[in-house]
């Protein structure tokens, strides 16, 4: 007899293999991607701390999720545009991350400090709060998924076994 609760898919080992491998791909990403912040972020403690200068922004136009400004609207972000000057020439590098959206940014004139590879005075790195809180909550995620894709694995293999 079926009961209620009872789900048809809960002892075919090939829904848990296939789930837990789908999800090692998408954390495998995240790890991917919270790395590759964080070796940003280490490299930039082998550049040279700059002074650069907000002297525009970039206007990118994103759908707006949250539906603030109408069904087919789109928000603008503010990305700064910094000037800095290496050797005696001068640099201009758009930051990436936005500093603000809906709203313009009253931080023209304002000063920045910006990490700029010596070799290559177009490598640059923006540090603030907003990289370091992505790359923990990227390493965490990952890590979290980790353990989980392993109990799914973990499962298929007693499936498995039962068979």
């Known amino acids: 007899m079926s009961d209620y609760y009872s789900d048809p898919y809960q002892s075919d080992y090939k829904v848990w293999l ?8 998408i954390f495998l990403a995240f790890f ?16 040279i701390a700059v002074e650069s200068v907000v002297v525009d922004h970039k206007i990118i136009y994103e759908n707006d999720s949250d539906k603030h400004l109408g069904p087919h609207s789109k928000r603008p972000t503010y990305y700064d545009i910094v000037e800095y000057e290496i050797d005696g020439k001068k640099y ?11 709203t313009p940014p009253d931080d023209m004139g304002k000063t920045i400090t910006i990490y700029v590879n010596r070799d290559n005075p177009t490598d640059v790195v923006f540090r603030n709060s907003t ?19 392993g109990f799914m694995f973990r499962k298929a293999y007693k ?5």
């Open 131 to 149: 990289h370091i809180l992505l790359i923990t909550l990227c390493l965490i995620f990952s890590v979290g998924g980790f353990v989980g894709t």
């Open 18 to 25: 296939f789930g837990g491998i789908f999800l090692l791909i």
């Open 92 to 102: 201009r590098k758009t930051a990436d991350t936005p500093s603000s959206a809906n």
């Open 159 to 163: 499936i498995k076994k039962d068979d």
């Open 32 to 47: 991917g991607t919270g790395c590759y912040m964080l070796a940003r972020q280490i490299q930039a403690t082998r550049f």
